[in-house]
């Protein structure tokens, strides 16, 4: 036999008629008896509360440089120059056109971003892993 209830316009069924009956205790209890009789099921059947851990924010990003707009490749060759004080003109130039480049591999978010900003706003496509 199953039993159908409403409760707070929601339709409810109850296929057991000694579930129906404790359905309609635990209605009648206050919120603090409620709360003490999770509590107690906890204790009886050994249920320990899953803690649900929030995945660790990266905070290192590989930054690479992917591609570039033919007409802006002077003025990526320049950003990646102005980015990477170790590197001259040529080597810049070099670095550009045998894109996709690894730029960094590991840096903080904050510059990866600024980095990603200055060179999407001179043509480049750049993504962040």
């Known amino acids: 036999m199953v039993r159908t209830d409403h409760w707070q316009g929601q339709h409810l069924r109850v296929a057991s008629p000694k579930i129906a009956s404790i359905v309609d205790s635990v209605a009648g209890l206050t919120l603090l008896e409620t709360s003490q ?3 107690a099921l ?3 059947f ?3 509360e899953a803690v649900q851990e929030k995945p660790a924010e990266k905070t290192e990003f590989k930054v690479t440089l992917k591609s570039f707009k033919a007409e802006q490749k002077a003025k990526v060759i320049r950003e990646i120059k ?3 004080p ?3 003109l040529v080597a810049a130039k070099k670095f550009v056109e045998s894109a996709p480049k690894v730029i960094n591999d590991t840096m903080p978010k904050a510059d990866a971003e600024k980095i990603k900003k200055a060179l999407e706003a ?3 496509e750049v993504t962040l892993e």
Request: overall charge neutral.
């Open 42 to 44: 906890k204790t009886k």
């Open 46 to 48: 050994n249920i320990t």
């Open 122 to 124: 001179v043509g480049a």
């Open 37 to 39: 009789l999770v509590d």
């Open 86 to 88: 170790d590197m001259n």
């Open 82 to 84: 102005g980015l990477l």
